[in-house]
């Protein structure tokens, strides 16, 4: 799966999109938002038109991944990579659902179940925690949300990313000019604070985790951002571990213990290599 075009530069296949999101009431949901009675969220793209496409993708091997934040929306997604690998048959093709914010009761064992990679960002789940409860209600809220150690329970692979660290990355092409316009960041896309979130799950302004059971282990967390992001991407066996025939990418922290960096959540980076050599400072 997946081509690289240089060293660098890894092709690894295409994404699609479900959905909208939760800030903007445009992911879809089973039940309406609280705060919109009368919206249900927004399917961006019709379902035979994503079944089509990863059909499509399949024929090109490329591997397929769909934006997918209301639980409707992950449903919907769900039985569309069901029904693509009850036609074409059992292989090895990683299919991700991308984000897996929201999960209506059952999904994420289907995830387990379909082999489907549940790529999250843990980091989402700061800004989301109060909206997520004013717009889907305290009960909904809690039973469905970033789901973690639910995934890791029903054996789907969990992987972390950071996802791309600016809200809208706009680009407007025509023939005479390309204008590119940044919106403002707003996810940090330092590992560390992703691995923090996902074992502590509190929110600025909070003094406790949403979703406790829903916590990981420093263990979990750690092979979510490594091993299982390498897997995720068909690059298993270059990335993901330190372990002979791969690429020695690592990096040095400021504190030679976990049970620090657990309790006081920081370390910094002190220097990064990649193959092998400093690359900083
Ligand atoms: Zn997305």
């Known amino acids: 799966m997946g081509r690289a075009i240089s060293q660098w530069i890894y092709l690894g296949g295409v994404k699609a999109f479900a959905d909208g999101s939760l800030g903007s009431n445009s992911a879809l949901f089973h039940e309406p938002y609280v705060d919109e009675p009368h919206n249900y969220g927004l399917q961006v793209t019709e379902s035979e ?9 399949e024929k090109s091997g490329l591997q397929v991944a769909i934006h997918a934040i209301g639980d409707r929306a992950n449903d919907l997604i769900l039985d569309i990579y069901e029904s693509v690998v009850s036609t074409n ?10 984000h897996a914010q929201h999960l209506a009761p059952g999904a994420a064992a289907r995830f387990g179940r379909q082999g489907i990679v549940a790529s999250v960002q843990p980091l989402h789940l700061l800004g ?17 949300s970033y789901l973690f150690r639910s995934l890791l329970a029903s054996n789907a692979l ?3 990313g950071s996802d ?6 706009r680009f407007i ?20 604070g992703g691995i923090k979130t996902a074992m502590k799950r509190i929110p600025p302004g909070w003094d406790d985790a949403w979703i406790p059971s829903e916590c990981l282990t420093l263990n979990d967390a750690l092979k979510a951002h490594t091993i299982s992001a390498a897997r995720a991407c068909f690059l298993d066996n270059d990335l993901g571990s330190l372990s002979p025939g791969k690429l020695a990418d690592f990096v040095i922290l400021s504190t030679d213990s976990w049970d620090y ?16 050599e400093r690359a900083y400072p």
């Not at 092409?173 to 560390?192: K, W």
């Not at 960096?261 to 092998?276: I, L």
């Open 158 to 160: 969990l992987a972390f």
């Open 164 to 169: 791309w660290p600016v809200s809208i990355l």
């Open 89 to 98: 048959g059992m292989r090895d093709r990683r299919f991700r659902i991308e």
């Open 261 to 276: 960096f657990v309790a006081e959540g920081s370390a910094s980076v002190e220097a990064t290599y990649v193959s092998g």
């Open 49 to 57: 038109i994503l079944y089509n496409m990863t059909m499509a993708s």
């Open 128 to 144: 989301d925690a109060d909206s997520a409860t004013k717009k889907l209600g305290m009960d909904r809220a809690q039973k469905e």
């Open 173 to 192: 092409n025509n023939y005479l000019s390309l204008h590119i316009t940044v919106y403002r960041l707003v996810v940090d896309i330092n590992p560390l």
